[in-house]
């Protein structure tokens, strides 16, 4: 069962490796070393630009998501860990985000890199509509749900 918590300032390093793997799964040639992108999240998740969650299969760290905004939702960065795509956890990640994170007007929008082909495809089929760098979905969701993300 896919279980999910925001991330806070004691996750900064966690959240800087994730992207470096997020970073070369998709075919991103980031100038951003190491250190770079730590500096980088730490503005982001101290100063509240975005939201970080983490997300756990039986206590297991099997990816995360960053975004910002609440009628219009920008997803920057979204990563299921390699050894567990293909085996729907993107599809249940992006499901919980939808039911207990985000409203029911919601429209989420996100780039993929151009050439991450298996980021398109996995975007498309859960519904998104445009070119990878300019994707968009609206979302219709009872908002009366609460949040289960601690």
């Known amino acids: 069962m896919l279980e999910a918590r ?19 799964a998709s075919g991103h040639s980031s100038i951003l070393n190491r250190e770079e992108l730590i500096v980088r999240m730490k503005n982001w998740i101290t100063s509240g630009e975005y939201e970080a969650i983490l997300f ?20 920057r960065q979204f990563l299921i860990r390699k050894r567990y795509r293909g ?16 409203s029911k007007d919601s429209t989420v929008k996100l780039d993929v890199y151009p050439t991450n ?4 495809a996995f975007w498309r089929r859960l519904g998104f509509n445009g070119e990878p760098e300019s994707m968009v979905l609206n979302i219709g969701l009872d908002s009366s749900k609460p949040a289960n993300v601690t």
């Open 6 to 24: 925001y991330a806070t300032e004691l996750d900064v390093l966690l959240l800087a490796e994730l992207n470096q793997e997020m970073i070369a």
């Open 117 to 120: 082909s298996s980021g398109y």
């Open 87 to 102: 085996r729907g956890v993107g599809q249940s990640a992006f499901e919980f985000l939808k039911e207990n994170v985000w």
């Open 56 to 75: 756990f299969c039986s206590n297991e760290l099997v990816g995360y998501c960053l975004f910002r905004g609440r009628s219009t939702i920008c997803l």
